[in-house]
T-cell receptor, first 111, second 114 residues
Framework: GNSVTQMEGPVTLSEEAFLTINCTYT??????LFWYVQYPGEGLQLLLK?????DKGSNKGFEATYRKETTSFHLEKGSVQVSDSAVYFC??????????FGQGTELSVKP | DSGVTQTPKHLITATGQRVTLRCSPR?????VYWYQQSLDQGLQFLIQ???????AKGNILERFSAQQFPDLHSELNLSSLELGDSALYFC?????????????FGPGTRLLVL
């Protein structure tokens, strides 16, 4: 079946540090891949997405590349800010429309 | 602001009761999805409607039901509530249901069952 596995949190970084949150997936066919972010007390916001192999999604300094050979979609940012503190969810979508989420990774950025 | 609205924002009720959660999708979106977020289960897909018709079902309990109305808003009905139903319930919408389409999430309804 389809599933998503993320690295466990919480991840604690200092401001301006480099961020990587690992995400790997299992899926039949060729899913689309997404990163969503949930700030404290809020709903989910789309951060970025990629719909085919080797696509790179990017937004607000965050990037992730769809790697079919390693079934991965790792999230990276070169220099994190305190305002990036949130929970990050990796998700996939196959035919049928529903999103399948990873367990979420909490990021805490200290000044 | 995603354009998806959900009411109420918070709901506190007792075991055995019934509640209705409401969702209005973004203008022009035909597909509505319901998800449940809880500490032990994470984010789980419950059900999807497309233009008034049920399209897909996930891990939705028999005590739960949903519908999408002609104006495309949707309601999720939760009955015979149990303590374990306490969770954050999200609605999301998209134009259609293709695998490349982005789903936009509402702010959620936080349900507490006492």
């Amino acid at each position: 079946g389809n599933s998503v596995t993320q690295m466990e949190g919480p991840v604690t970084l200092s401001e301006e540090a480099f961020l990587t949150i690992n995400c790997t997936y299992t899926a039949t066919g060729y899913p689309s891949l997404f990163w969503y972010v949930q700030y404290p007390g809020e709903g989910l916001q789309l951060l970025l997405k990629a719909t085919k192999a080797d696509d790179k999604g990017s937004n607000k300094g965050f990037e992730a590349t769809y790697r079919k050979e390693t079934t991965s979609f790792h999230l990276e940012k070169g220099s994190v800010q305190v305002s990036d503190s949130a929970v990050y969810f990796c998700a996939l979508k196959n035919q049928g429309g529903k999103l399948i989420f990873g367990q979420g990774t909490e990021l805490s950025v200290k000044p | 602001d995603s354009g998806v609205t959900q009411t109420p924002k918070h709901l506190i009720t007792a075991t055995g009761q019934r509640v209705t959660l409401r969702c209005s999708p973004r203008s022009g979106d035909l597909s509505v999805y319901w998800y449940q977020q809880s500490l032990d289960q994470g984010l789980q897909f419950l059900i999807q409607y497309y233009n008034g018709e049920e399209r897909a079902k996930g891990n939705i309990l028999e005590r739960f039901s949903a519908q999408q109305f002609p104006d495309l808003h949707s309601e999720l009905n939760l009955s015979s509530l149990e303590l374990g139903d306490s969770a954050l319930y999200f609605c999301a919408s998209s134009v259609a249901s293709g695998y490349q389409e982005t789903q936009y999430f509402g702010p959620g309804t936080r349900l507490l069952v006492l």
